[in-house]
């Protein structure tokens, strides 16, 4: 079987810095708010070219905490609206609604599976404050209209980069284009941590300040607490395993890159549509490759029995789940047919050259 990600093989790569950098931990008796999950920070600031990079317990959280301080700052408030792609995963909705903001489902473009940037305008309201952006798959999400509009109504944009590690726009990497942004270290992500794991970049010293504070329980010296906050820190070990991984970032998000180029160059197929990168300005880190068809379920299937797994990211939208039930009569066409018709297929920078041909070929060979 290809496995969709296989973890093993490339935590592998780096087995002898990761071990050496788990020992280090142990031995030192330092766990947690220490001297290398300020390291990380510093390599991460110094990669994102921000001025600030504060480490917490996983992606939802880094979010959470950007619109927690951004209402502790007085700049939202409960009841307020948060513009977002429908078509995201849970987490960034779950980080609105955790917070009493109102998350207003926008419609992806169809080609990029990104917020459509063109239907923001007409869903501000007296009420919006801000404008999640979620760089979907590893693909950019930006451009000058929503510099404009965010300039305009005077709202934040919050970059979601839990996908995006190392993609650029314009010579700026994301994570430095918006306000804020959150990360995630989740192990399946681009630079994946052996657990949890998270980030906030800003180059807002204010809300830098608050929510380093926030995520240790409000507090900035101990016992004495500024805020109501989180235990949301980023653990010593994770950051160690961290800082040796993100050395590799850019070779691995490369080696994505070549993968995603072979796939797009030689699958051919009648009923297969490939994603689309083709945006002079912004780059592709290719979290996720993604295809769409109307025939995926059955795809999907045909690839299992190849020996090829497949997973669908994702199957319900987020105006479809129990968990939303004050969505559920939305109707947000777009949103549904890409979730009736998206399956990503395996990607990652430990792939050898001839399972990926392998891939290609039993795509092509597929038959209705
Ligand atoms: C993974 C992910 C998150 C959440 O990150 P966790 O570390 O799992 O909490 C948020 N948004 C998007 C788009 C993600 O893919």
Redesign the pocket.
């Known amino acids: 079987m290809i496995k969709f990600l296989d973890l093993q093989k490339i935590n592998a790569q780096y087995a002898t810095e990761l071990k050496q950098a788990a020992a280090e931990v142990i031995d030192s008796g330092w766990y947690l708010q220490g001297e290398r999950v300020r390291l990380f920070e510093a390599n991460l600031e110094n990669y994102i070219e921000v001025k600030h990079a504060i480490g917490v317990a996983?992606?939802?959280?880094?979010?959470r905490l950007i619109l927690k301080a951004y209402i502790e700052m007085g700049i939202m408030q409960e009841g307020d609206e948060v513009i977002v792609p429908a078509n995201?995963?849970i987490?960034?909705i779950l980080?609105i609604t955790d917070n009493r903001l109102k998350p207003i489902l926008v419609e992806p473009d169809i080609n990029t599976y990104n917020l459509d940037i063109s239907l923001v305008e007409k869903n501000i309201s007296l009420r919006t404050r801000a404008i999640m952006v979620?760089h979907?798959y590893g693909h950019v999400c930006w451009n000058e209209e929503l510099q404009t509009i965010a300039k305009r109504y005077n709202l934040k944009i919050i970059e979601?980069n839990?996908?995006a590690i190392g993609a650029i726009w314009n010579e700026k990497r994301t994570g430095s284009l918006g306000d804020s942004a959150?990360f995630?270290?989740?192990p399946g992500?681009n630079l994946g941590a052996l657990g949890?794991?998270?980030a906030v970049t800003t180059n807002d010293n204010q809300l830098a300040e608050i929510i380093r504070a926030m995520s240790n329980y409000g507090s900035k010296q101990k016992y004495v607490n500024e805020y109501k906050g989180l235990n949301s820190r980023l653990d010593e070990i994770q950051a160690a395993f961290l800082d040796v991984k993100l050395k590799y970032l850019d070779a691995e998000n490369l080696r994505r890159r070549e993968i995603a180029l072979f796939y797009c160059k030689n699958i051919r197929h009648p009923e297969i549509i490939l994603p689309s990168y083709q945006n002079i300005k912004s780059s592709h880190v290719w979290?996720l490759f993604v295809i769409r068809t109307p025939f995926r379920d059955k795809l999907q299937k045909y690839l299992n029995d190849n020996n090829i797994q497949t997973i669908m990211h994702y199957p319900i939208p987020i105006h479809k789940q129990n968990a939303y039930k004050e969505f559920n009569n939305q109707s947000l066409p777009v949103t549904e047919s890409v979730h009736n018709e998206v399956l990503s297929l395996p990607i990652s920078s430990v792939m050898s050259d001839s399972e990926i041909e392998y891939i290609i070929t039993t795509i092509n060979n597929y038959k209705n």
């Not at 996983?58 to 979010?63: E, I, Q, R, T, V």
């Open positions: 996983n992606g939802l959280d880094a979010l995201t995963y987490a960034t980080a979620v979907l979601d839990a996908q959150g995630s270290f989740y992500k949890d794991g998270g979290h």
